[in-house]
Protein backbone atom coordinates (compact mmCIF):
# COMPACT_ATOMS: atom_id res chain seq x y z
CA UNK A 1 0.00 0.00 0.00
CA UNK A 2 1.40 3.26 -1.28
CA UNK A 3 1.93 5.69 1.58
CA UNK A 4 -0.59 8.87 1.45
CA UNK A 5 -0.23 12.69 2.66
CA UNK A 6 -3.67 14.27 2.89
CA UNK A 7 -4.24 18.17 4.12
CA UNK A 8 -6.07 19.78 6.90
CA UNK A 9 -6.23 23.41 7.16
CA UNK A 10 -8.92 24.94 9.21
CA UNK A 11 -10.87 28.45 8.00
CA UNK A 12 -12.14 30.66 9.45
CA UNK A 13 -13.34 34.04 7.56
CA UNK A 14 -10.28 34.45 6.24
CA UNK A 15 -10.37 32.90 2.11
CA UNK A 16 -7.84 34.57 1.10
CA UNK A 17 -4.66 33.45 3.10
CA UNK A 18 -6.50 29.76 3.12
CA UNK A 19 -5.96 29.74 -0.95
CA UNK A 20 -2.68 30.43 -0.38
CA UNK A 21 -2.11 27.86 2.11
CA UNK A 22 -4.05 25.54 -0.34
CA UNK A 23 -1.79 26.21 -2.96
CA UNK A 24 1.32 25.36 -1.33
CA UNK A 25 -0.10 22.21 -0.34
CA UNK A 26 -0.78 21.02 -3.58
CA UNK A 27 2.23 22.38 -4.80
CA UNK A 28 4.29 19.68 -2.62
CA UNK A 29 1.71 16.66 -4.17
CA UNK A 30 -0.76 16.31 -1.26
CA UNK A 31 -2.70 13.82 -2.21
CA UNK A 32 -5.91 15.33 -0.73
CA UNK A 33 -7.19 18.36 1.13
CA UNK A 34 -9.76 18.93 3.77
CA UNK A 35 -10.80 22.73 4.12
CA UNK A 36 -12.81 22.67 7.57
CA UNK A 37 -14.48 26.30 7.13
CA UNK A 38 -15.58 27.19 10.69
CA UNK A 39 -16.24 30.65 9.87
CA UNK A 40 -20.21 30.75 10.90
CA UNK A 41 -20.82 33.95 8.42
CA UNK A 42 -23.59 32.43 6.96
CA UNK A 43 -21.38 30.70 4.32
CA UNK A 44 -19.73 33.18 3.19
CA UNK A 45 -16.27 32.25 3.32
CA UNK A 46 -16.96 29.03 2.23
CA UNK A 47 -18.68 30.26 -0.82
CA UNK A 48 -15.51 32.13 -2.11
CA UNK A 49 -13.35 28.93 -1.32
CA UNK A 50 -16.03 26.62 -3.56
CA UNK A 51 -15.92 29.13 -6.28
CA UNK A 52 -12.09 29.36 -6.56
CA UNK A 53 -11.75 25.38 -5.75
CA UNK A 54 -15.09 23.48 -7.11
CA UNK A 55 -13.39 21.79 -10.09
CA UNK A 56 -10.15 20.59 -8.38
CA UNK A 57 -11.46 17.10 -7.22
CA UNK A 58 -8.35 16.96 -4.64
CA UNK A 59 -10.01 19.89 -2.51
CA UNK A 60 -13.07 19.00 -0.06
CA UNK A 61 -14.84 22.24 1.54
CA UNK A 62 -16.85 21.06 4.77
CA UNK A 63 -18.82 24.10 5.88
CA UNK A 64 -19.41 23.28 9.93
CA UNK A 65 -22.62 25.08 10.66
CA UNK A 66 -20.69 26.64 14.12
CA UNK A 67 -17.49 27.61 15.08
CA UNK A 68 -16.39 24.80 16.84
CA UNK A 69 -13.30 26.46 18.01
CA UNK A 70 -9.54 25.22 16.87
CA UNK A 71 -9.36 21.70 18.68
CA UNK A 72 -12.78 20.22 17.77
CA UNK A 73 -12.37 21.60 14.19
CA UNK A 74 -9.37 19.94 13.94
CA UNK A 75 -10.44 16.56 15.73
CA UNK A 76 -13.81 16.44 12.91
CA UNK A 77 -11.47 17.16 10.13
CA UNK A 78 -8.97 13.91 11.37
CA UNK A 79 -11.98 11.83 11.65
CA UNK A 80 -13.54 13.11 8.08
CA UNK A 81 -9.78 12.25 5.97
CA UNK A 82 -9.47 8.85 8.18
CA UNK A 83 -12.99 7.94 7.35
CA UNK A 84 -11.83 8.39 3.35
CA UNK A 85 -8.25 8.00 3.49
CA UNK A 86 -7.88 5.39 6.72
CA UNK A 87 -4.31 5.17 5.59
CA UNK A 88 -3.04 8.52 5.09
CA UNK A 89 -0.71 10.45 7.53
CA UNK A 90 -2.40 13.91 7.90
CA UNK A 91 -0.50 17.24 7.67
CA UNK A 92 -2.21 19.76 9.74
CA UNK A 93 -1.31 23.62 8.51
CA UNK A 94 -2.53 26.92 10.05
CA UNK A 95 -4.44 28.85 7.11
CA UNK A 96 -1.95 31.84 7.14
CA UNK A 97 1.10 29.55 6.86
CA UNK A 98 2.84 27.86 3.74
CA UNK A 99 4.54 24.99 3.20
CA UNK A 100 8.19 25.09 1.77
CA UNK A 101 9.41 22.97 -1.11
CA UNK A 102 10.64 19.68 0.56
CA UNK A 103 8.19 19.59 3.69
CA UNK A 104 6.40 16.66 3.33
CA UNK A 105 9.12 14.58 2.14
CA UNK A 106 11.47 15.11 5.04
CA UNK A 107 8.38 15.17 7.49
CA UNK A 108 7.54 11.89 6.63
CA UNK A 109 10.75 10.37 6.28
CA UNK A 110 11.18 11.90 10.17
CA UNK A 111 8.33 9.78 10.32
CA UNK A 112 9.44 6.56 9.12
CA UNK A 113 12.92 7.18 10.49
CA UNK A 114 11.07 7.20 14.27
CA UNK A 115 8.20 4.65 13.77
CA UNK A 116 7.80 5.24 17.82
CA UNK A 117 6.68 9.15 17.29
CA UNK A 118 2.73 9.89 16.56
CA UNK A 119 4.18 13.44 14.75
CA UNK A 120 6.51 14.94 13.47
CA UNK A 121 6.65 19.13 13.10
CA UNK A 122 9.13 21.55 11.49
CA UNK A 123 11.00 24.52 12.69
CA UNK A 124 8.52 27.16 12.11
CA UNK A 125 9.58 30.65 10.00
CA UNK A 126 7.26 33.04 12.37
CA UNK A 127 7.34 36.77 10.57
CA UNK A 128 11.22 36.06 10.64
CA UNK A 129 11.75 34.49 13.80
CA UNK A 130 12.69 31.07 13.54
CA UNK A 131 11.62 28.30 16.02
CA UNK A 132 11.07 25.15 16.41
CA UNK A 133 10.48 22.84 19.83
CA UNK A 134 8.67 24.92 22.71
CA UNK A 135 8.82 24.22 25.86
CA UNK A 136 5.94 24.99 28.95
CA UNK A 137 6.83 25.14 32.20
CA UNK A 138 4.19 23.65 34.39
CA UNK A 139 4.66 25.62 37.80
CA UNK A 140 4.38 29.12 36.48
CA UNK A 141 2.82 28.47 32.61
CA UNK A 142 5.97 30.06 31.13
CA UNK A 143 6.56 29.64 27.64
CA UNK A 144 10.19 29.18 26.19
CA UNK A 145 12.14 28.71 22.91
CA UNK A 146 15.44 26.68 22.43
CA UNK A 147 16.21 26.01 26.51
CA UNK A 148 13.60 24.88 28.62
CA UNK A 149 12.93 25.83 32.39
CA UNK A 150 13.32 23.36 34.92
CA UNK A 151 9.92 21.46 35.22
CA UNK A 152 9.42 22.21 31.74
CA UNK A 153 7.86 19.79 29.40
CA UNK A 154 8.39 19.92 24.90
CA UNK A 155 5.18 20.61 23.01
CA UNK A 156 4.79 21.28 18.93
CA UNK A 157 3.32 24.44 17.80
CA UNK A 158 0.12 23.18 16.48
CA UNK A 159 0.85 25.32 13.76
CA UNK A 160 2.23 22.53 11.71
CA UNK A 161 2.29 19.21 11.89
CA UNK A 162 2.27 15.77 10.48
CA UNK A 163 0.11 13.31 11.90
CA UNK A 164 -0.04 9.72 12.20
CA UNK A 165 -3.36 8.63 13.27
CA UNK A 166 -2.67 4.84 13.10
CA UNK A 167 -0.25 5.99 16.24
CA UNK A 168 -2.05 7.95 18.25
CA UNK A 169 -5.31 7.33 20.53
CA UNK A 170 -7.82 9.57 19.15
CA UNK A 171 -8.75 12.63 19.69
CA UNK A 172 -5.48 14.12 18.92
CA UNK A 173 -7.08 17.26 20.78
CA UNK A 174 -8.66 18.10 23.93
CA UNK A 175 -11.64 19.61 22.96
CA UNK A 176 -11.83 21.71 26.77
CA UNK A 177 -9.56 24.41 24.37
CA UNK A 178 -11.42 26.20 22.28
CA UNK A 179 -7.70 28.08 20.73
CA UNK A 180 -4.62 28.16 22.28
CA UNK A 181 -3.60 25.49 24.55
CA UNK A 182 -4.65 22.16 22.93
CA UNK A 183 -0.91 21.43 21.68
CA UNK A 184 0.50 22.11 25.10
CA UNK A 185 -1.48 19.26 26.62
CA UNK A 186 -0.39 17.20 23.36
CA UNK A 187 2.77 17.57 24.26
CA UNK A 188 2.73 16.73 27.66
CA UNK A 189 0.51 13.85 26.66
CA UNK A 190 2.55 12.07 24.21
CA UNK A 191 6.00 12.92 25.91
CA UNK A 192 9.01 13.21 23.75
CA UNK A 193 9.89 10.22 23.06
CA UNK A 194 6.33 10.29 20.79
CA UNK A 195 7.27 13.57 18.75
CA UNK A 196 10.19 13.92 16.47
CA UNK A 197 11.21 17.26 15.54
CA UNK A 198 12.90 17.96 12.27
CA UNK A 199 15.15 21.44 12.10
CA UNK A 200 14.91 22.63 9.45
CA UNK A 201 12.45 25.30 8.08
CA UNK A 202 9.90 23.98 6.48
CA UNK A 203 7.15 26.38 7.32
CA UNK A 204 6.27 30.22 6.64
CA UNK A 205 3.93 31.36 9.02
CA UNK A 206 2.49 34.92 9.50
CA UNK A 207 0.98 34.55 12.54
CA UNK A 208 -2.57 34.77 14.39
CA UNK A 209 -4.02 36.35 11.49
CA UNK A 210 -7.36 34.95 12.35
CA UNK A 211 -7.57 35.54 16.64
CA UNK A 212 -5.55 39.18 16.22
CA UNK A 213 -1.96 39.36 18.39
CA UNK A 214 -3.60 41.74 21.56
CA UNK A 215 -7.19 41.17 20.72
CA UNK A 216 -9.59 40.81 23.57
CA UNK A 217 -10.34 37.42 21.98
CA UNK A 218 -6.68 36.36 21.89
CA UNK A 219 -5.71 37.54 25.43
CA UNK A 220 -8.77 35.55 27.31
CA UNK A 221 -8.32 32.52 25.30
CA UNK A 222 -4.40 32.68 26.12
CA UNK A 223 -5.70 33.24 29.43
CA UNK A 224 -8.13 30.44 29.86
CA UNK A 225 -5.65 28.26 28.04
CA UNK A 226 -3.46 28.61 30.78
CA UNK A 227 -5.88 27.45 33.57
CA UNK A 228 -7.45 25.23 31.71
CA UNK A 229 -3.92 23.33 31.31
CA UNK A 230 -3.63 23.60 35.33
CA UNK A 231 -6.21 21.76 36.25
CA UNK A 232 -5.06 19.00 33.69
CA UNK A 233 -1.75 19.20 34.96
CA UNK A 234 -2.06 18.24 38.44
CA UNK A 235 -2.20 14.59 39.86
CA UNK A 236 -3.79 16.29 43.27
CA UNK A 237 -5.30 18.91 45.11
CA UNK A 238 -1.88 19.69 46.62
CA UNK A 239 -0.08 20.29 42.50
CA UNK A 240 -3.70 21.97 41.20
CA UNK A 241 -3.39 24.50 44.27
CA UNK A 242 -0.04 24.94 43.21
CA UNK A 243 -0.43 25.30 39.60
CA UNK A 244 -3.03 27.66 40.25
CA UNK A 245 -0.90 30.28 41.98
CA UNK A 246 1.84 30.02 39.91
CA UNK A 247 -0.61 31.17 37.65
CA UNK A 248 -1.83 34.10 39.23
CA UNK A 249 1.64 35.43 39.60
CA UNK A 250 2.29 34.50 35.96
CA UNK A 251 -1.03 36.08 34.38
CA UNK A 252 -1.26 39.18 36.34
CA UNK A 253 2.58 40.20 35.53
CA UNK A 254 2.10 39.43 31.77
CA UNK A 255 -1.31 41.39 32.12
CA UNK A 256 0.14 44.06 33.39
CA UNK A 257 3.53 43.91 31.27
CA UNK A 258 1.12 44.00 28.15
CA UNK A 259 -1.23 47.07 29.05
CA UNK A 260 1.50 48.56 29.80
CA UNK A 261 2.79 48.68 26.59
CA UNK A 262 0.01 48.47 24.56
CA UNK A 263 -1.81 51.49 26.54
CA UNK A 264 -4.58 48.94 27.09
CA UNK A 265 -7.13 47.83 29.47
CA UNK A 266 -7.63 44.78 27.68
CA UNK A 267 -5.40 42.71 29.05
CA UNK A 268 -6.97 42.83 32.47
CA UNK A 269 -9.93 42.57 31.34
CA UNK A 270 -9.10 39.47 29.56
CA UNK A 271 -7.66 38.19 32.86
CA UNK A 272 -10.75 38.06 34.80
CA UNK A 273 -12.53 37.06 31.73
CA UNK A 274 -10.50 34.18 30.27
CA UNK A 275 -10.61 32.80 34.41
CA UNK A 276 -14.33 32.97 34.32
CA UNK A 277 -14.16 30.90 31.03
CA UNK A 278 -12.03 27.99 31.83
CA UNK A 279 -13.95 27.68 35.45
CA UNK A 280 -16.99 27.22 33.48
CA UNK A 281 -15.20 25.05 30.76
CA UNK A 282 -13.67 22.59 33.79
CA UNK A 283 -17.57 22.78 35.10
CA UNK A 284 -18.93 21.48 32.30
CA UNK A 285 -16.37 19.10 32.06
CA UNK A 286 -16.67 17.03 35.57
CA UNK A 287 -20.21 17.26 34.57
CA UNK A 288 -19.79 15.01 31.53
CA UNK A 289 -17.24 13.03 33.52
Same mark, same amino acid.
Given at each position: ?37 N ?20 I ?15 N ?7 ? !???? /??? %?L? *??D? @? $? +??? &?? #?? =? ?98 E ?10 F ?7 ? !???? /??? %??? *???? @? $? +??? &?? #?? =? ?40
Open positions: MNLITCGLVLNYRDPKRTGQCIESLLAEGIHHILVWDSADDGHSAKILAKRWRHDSRTLYESPTNLGFAAGVRGIEWLQT !HHPS /ARI %LI *NNA @R $L +LPG &AV #RL =LNSALDQHPQAALAYPAIDHNGIVRGTAYYQKHLGLLTFHKPLPYSFSYPSGCALLIAPQRITPPLFDEDFFMYGEDWLLGWRLGPERQTFVPDVLVQHGTASSGVGSKYETHIVAG !HWIL /ADK %LAR *NPTE @R $L +LFK &AG #RW =LSLTARATVRAVRHRSLIPFQALIEGQRLAKQKITDSDVVA
